[in-house]
């Protein structure tokens, strides 16, 4: 049903519910996403892997105006991130690997099986964008990556040449067979340099003599749930199934079976109107602040973020991604990045990376809060010197 008669089509027994006012609720996910204190994960590549199974994606970009999300949003985690670590995790542990949550990202391999349906539905039926791949394409890419290692498309070079049929397509058609390759489950992305992937056989790749099971359609909507509940607190049917509506009605049902079982609990949360949103009832006695005022630049991509409707209603902030509008139709700027200092956005600081001169330049800051800003910009600042030296670190 529509998000707006989810509360009158609830069960009677099922109403009884938790009320948060905003800052309770927004304490409760910044708690979940770890941005309360100052070291959640710890140090290196062990904090990497950390960080991304709390999440459970760290979402890919390939926006380099200033380092690229995935960087950002583990650095935003992890004090002393590196980018290092994050290739550790990937090639040489093999602890995450690449796929599509919402968007490309890293996930941790752990989660591998709840993602094999999906590789078996690209597998049997394929979109209409590898349309132009046949079976003998695919066969020979697989074909030579087994038989050469791990592929990048800048090897391929014994195709022969196509008009481009889309404005993002490569002109080469392997390309799109890597591609099919990859989102079936034949390939996996065994190293990345900067946004150049190179490819291996899955199995190869994680040395594998037996691959995990598929998880079943009861256990991928149960990982959505958890997946959720431990890096929101507080949840929706919209935050749970962001991008993936078609999955509402089946996620609403298991909500409603835990809810009889007291593992979870109905909230109202403050201005959300008839929206339902649920937690794990031992956070109802609970909302922590942070220990202290700590000041974020966040990605545009952070997963606080990408949710836009729900970062309005939490923080009282709609963000606007502006790099592909008109600079004429733009308020904040190419590539603002919102500025959370405690449990408010009061900024939001447009950046660009003079990767010459090693500098990061701010184009536009746009303050949001009309708070005590002196005392915020004095901890903005503090944050601004350690995200230039990441910036241009390693």
């Known amino acids: 049903p529509p998000i707006d008669r989810e509360w009158e089509e609830m069960p009677k027994h099922v109403r009884t519910a938790v009320n948060l006012t905003l800052a309770e609720a927004r304490r409760i996910w910044l708690h979940a996403q770890r941005l309360h204190v100052a070291v959640p994960f710890g140090t290196g590549a062990a904090a990497v892997r950390a960080a991304v199974a709390h999440l459970g994606y760290v979402q890919i970009d390939t926006i380099h105006v200033i380092e690229r999300s995935h960087h950002h949003i583990l650095w935003t985690r992890i004090p002393d991130y590196r980018r290092a670590d994050l290739h550790q995790c990937l090639s040489v542990e093999k602890a995450v690997f690449e796929?599509?949550?919402?968007?490309?990202?890293?996930?941790?391999?752990?989660?591998?099986?709840?993602?094999?349906?999906?590789?078996?539905?690209?597998?049997?039926?394929?979109?209409?964008?590898?349309?132009?791949?046949?079976?003998?394409?695919?066969?020979?890419?697989?074909?030579?990556?087994?038989?050469?290692?791990?592929?990048?498309?800048r090897d391929i070079d014994d195709d022969v040449l196509v008009?481009?049929?889309?404005?993002?397509?490569?002109?080469?058609?392997?390309?799109?067979?890597?591609?099919?390759?990859?989102?079936?489950?034949?390939?996996?992305?065994?190293?990345?340099?900067?946004?150049?992937?190179?490819?291996?056989?899955?199995?190869?790749?994680?040395?594998?003599?037996?691959?995990?099971?598929?998880?079943?359609?009861?256990?991928?909507?149960?990982?959505?749930?958890?997946?959720?509940?431990?890096?929101?607190?507080?949840?929706?049917?919209?935050?749970?199934?962001?991008?993936?509506?078609?999955?509402?009605?089946?996620?609403?049902?298991l909500i409603e079976t835990r809810v009889r079982r007291g593992s979870l609990v109905p909230v109202v949360v403050e201005g959300a109107g008839k929206m339902v949103h649920w937690m794990m009832p031992e956070l109802a006695d609970a909302a922590p602040g942070p220990d202290v005022e700590r000041a974020h630049l966040l990605s545009p991509f952070d997963p606080l973020v990408i949710q836009r409707r729900r970062l309005k209603l939490f923080f009282s902030y709609e963000h606007r991604f502006e790099a592909?509008?008109?600079?004429?139709?733009?308020?904040?700027?190419?590539?603002?990045?919102?500025?959370?200092?405690?449990?408010?956005?009061?900024?939001?600081?447009?950046?660009?990376?003079?990767?010459?001169?090693?500098?990061?330049?701010?184009?536009q800051w746009t303050w949001l809060d009309p708070g005590p800003n002196l005392a915020h910009q004095q901890r903005i600042e503090e944050e601004l010197h350690r995200f230039e030296r990441f910036q241009f670190g390693g």
């Not at 590789?119 to 890419?141: I, Q, T, Y």
């Not at 490819?199 to 256990?219: C, G, I, M, N």
């Not at 149960?222 to 009605?249: F, M, N, T, W």
Request: net charge positive; proline share 6%.
């Open 99 to 153: 796929y599509w949550t919402h968007a490309l990202a890293y996930v941790p391999t752990r989660d591998y099986r709840f993602f094999m349906p999906a590789m078996r539905r690209h597998g049997e039926a394929p979109r209409s964008w590898f349309g132009n791949v046949s079976p003998p394409d695919l066969r020979r890419v697989i074909a030579r990556v087994r038989n050469d290692g791990p592929l990048s498309i």
């Open 163 to 253: 008009e481009k049929d889309h404005a993002w397509a490569s002109r080469k058609p392997s390309k799109r067979a890597l591609q099919l390759a990859f989102f079936s489950g034949a390939l996996t992305v065994s190293a990345r340099t900067g946004m150049l992937k190179s490819y291996d056989l899955t199995d190869r790749h994680f040395k594998w003599a037996v691959r995990p099971r598929a998880a079943s359609e009861k256990q991928v909507l149960e990982y959505l749930l958890d997946r959720a509940l431990r890096a929101q607190g507080v949840v929706s049917l919209d935050s749970i199934c962001h991008l993936d509506a078609g999955r509402k009605p089946a996620i609403a049902a």
């Open 324 to 363: 592909y509008l008109p600079k004429e139709k733009r308020l904040l700027g190419y590539f603002a990045l919102p500025v959370l200092v405690g449990d408010r956005i009061v900024a939001a600081i447009d950046f660009k990376a003079d990767r010459v001169r090693q500098e990061l330049k701010i184009q």
